[in-house]
């Protein structure tokens, strides 16, 4: 495990709003573009956000494209929070490698390259290519009998992310997405967006993947035990991390803080990303300006969180999947935002006549 | 102007439901992907729709693909039914051939082609690549003095629309996708979607792309005309359409039913699509199987006309602007939808255990 005091710290300390000229240039542009002002709906909002994140209006196009698939196992599996076994985790690393799993066909359909990072699963996984090694501990510990993580590993997995963001950027993407796999996670999850937005276990506690109503009785009584024992607030997010979340969680926060610190937008996937979003904005209110959320989960306590983040999800198709599937699904579409501006010509330069007078018909 | 008696009553002939074998082949294949059973949600219904409408599991990719944004005017835009000068549309059909335009944007990040068809422009166009010269006639009839176009017309429209169809998919296309454009086809297309869905037209009326209250309320008024003056019925939809519909209306109503009628997933873009689709199914019940809601425009009739199509939208955005841009959008989703069936290991394959007893969680 590295000690690099300071990484998490500097990296917060980068992170800076949306550039306010950009994003009104961007504005003025899309009004100008040949087509009924606001016509384009979120698109606009994506376009500007991009715009202001890069500091530069048109922004660059969000390509090349990297998911980050973070895997890790979880202690409170022991629960029985899922009916899934956990050495499904080690499974769907070695599916994601060869290039058998939902991620890899929609990454190969929007061209977006998989990275996948172990950053915690409870097995010794071979080294083969693709796979980055970068295990903090086997699987965090039952948050319902002890904390989840110390917090010395919280920091490690949060500077696995901060890292890996680096990386994927100096290595020429211009585009995050996150993804995730650890079963047991929604339960981790619930736990971290009950604690950071205020709302009830219950409201948060979602079926996962899709169990029975007594099986979410138990989960619910399971975060609510956890919370009870370790009372996290979302004054310590580090110390509410290491208590009940997850070692992708926290991965995913360096992750996220990391893009935002380099200005790279990051789509977000399901409930997993936007748990790990609601504690990097405790760390870093401005870090939303990187985030787009790229869908809607069926999970519950995604809505509650996106609500939180101010964040609007681009798809909304009933997916409980993770992976990174939902945040690979709107690639296209913020990739289609950016385009836009960038390529659209305008009223005067196409020779089209501008409805100048008020907004729109047609 | 082509008289070919018979075209539209053959390929309607022709349209089949989904393959049934295929259908139960794609429900047994996706529940042994590797994946929670459901997860993937409405992509999931997709794939299920592209095997039975290929007859085949896993169904072939859909691409590549092509928009076709067929452009026309409307006589009703004399009646003041929208702020834009009727030569935009020139304006614009000029801006799609030179690529400016949102939707050549969107298509170059998706990968689509972009065909335009004056199947009715009020203007004499220039002859260039890219450009199908198909008019019928120059712009519609003011539907609230006399029919917007004869019987003759009507079905010369169609028929323009079911050999595009044809065309496209013999140079190889696999996906279509609808596109318009028209200063005023939101008029026409509440006219239409009021007289198939059965609601009224202050219902199905929107703003296009902007209008204020006072000249919607005029819209309405004017549409209330024109189905007072002609009445207009679902029990014959080529009347209704020669009444009150647009030349680019009709020729989506061909382009609808002739990539039903050749197993071929068509895109549906916005209003004006669905308002060619209540048509289409009024005309070939089955042809719905062949039919993908790309997105819910904001147009009110938009979302009255998928409902009575019973489609899902894939895309929610707000978008109002045409051209196909909502169909463009959605077409990675759709690609998405049938690689993951293709591509994706199943349980046993991948040696991943599946948790048979019950519907999952994670």
């Known amino acids: 495990m590295r000690d690099r005091p300071g990484l998490i710290h500097d990296t917060v300390a980068a992170i800076r709003p949306l550039d306010a000229s950009a994003v009104a240039a961007a504005v003025a542009r899309q009004d100008n573009l040949t087509k009924p002002r606001g016509s384009l709906g979120v698109l606009e909002d994506v376009s500007i956000q991009l715009a202001g994140l890069a500091g530069q209006c048109p922004p660059p196009l969000p390509e090349p494209a990297a998911v980050a698939v973070f895997a890790a196992d979880h202690g409170v599996h022991a629960q029985g929070v899922t009916p899934w076994p956990q050495e499904v985790t080690a499974q769907m690393v070695a599916n994601f490698l060869s290039g058998g799993a939902v991620i890899n066909a929609i990454a190969r359909q929007v061209g977006a390259e998989v990275v996948v990072v172990d950053v915690g699963v409870d097995a010794e996984l071979d080294a083969v290519p693709g796979l980055l090694p970068r295990k903090i501990r086997r699987g965090t510990r039952d948050m319902t009998v002890e904390a989840a993580m110390t917090r010395a590993e919280t920091v490690a997995a949060i500077e696995v ?6 990386d994927l950027v100096v290595a020429g993407n211009r585009c995050l997405l996150s993804g995730d796999m650890g079963i047991a996670n929604t339960t981790a999850s619930a736990a971290l967006i009950a604690v950071f937005t205020g709302a009830s ?23 609510e035990a956890a919370l009870h024992r370790h009372r996290p607030t979302a004054a310590d997010p580090v110390g509410a991390l290491a208590a009940v979340g997850g070692l992708e969680h926290a991965a995913l926060v360096g992750f996220l803080l990391g893009a935002a610190a380099l200005r790279t937008p990051v789509i977000l996937d399901g409930v997993i990303a936007a748990a790990a979003a609601v504690v990097a904005t405790a760390l870093a209110p401005e870090s939303t300006a990187a985030m787009i959320a790229g869908h809607r989960s069926s999970e519950p306590g995604a809505t509650h969180a996106l609500a939180h983040l101010g964040l609007r999800p681009l798809v909304d198709l009933d997916l409980r999947l993770g992976e990174g599937s939902g945040a690979a699904l709107s690639l296209g579409l913020v990739q289609s935002a950016a385009r836009i501006l960038r390529e659209v010509a305008t009223f005067d330069s196409a020779g089209v006549t501008d409805k100048i007078t008020h907004s729109g018909g047609a």
């Open 161 to 166: 992310g901060i890292d890996l963001a680096r």
């Open 201 to 223: 276990v219950a409201q948060v506690t979602g079926r996962g993947t899709g169990i029975d109503d007594a099986m979410l009785a138990h989960k619910v009584e399971v975060i």
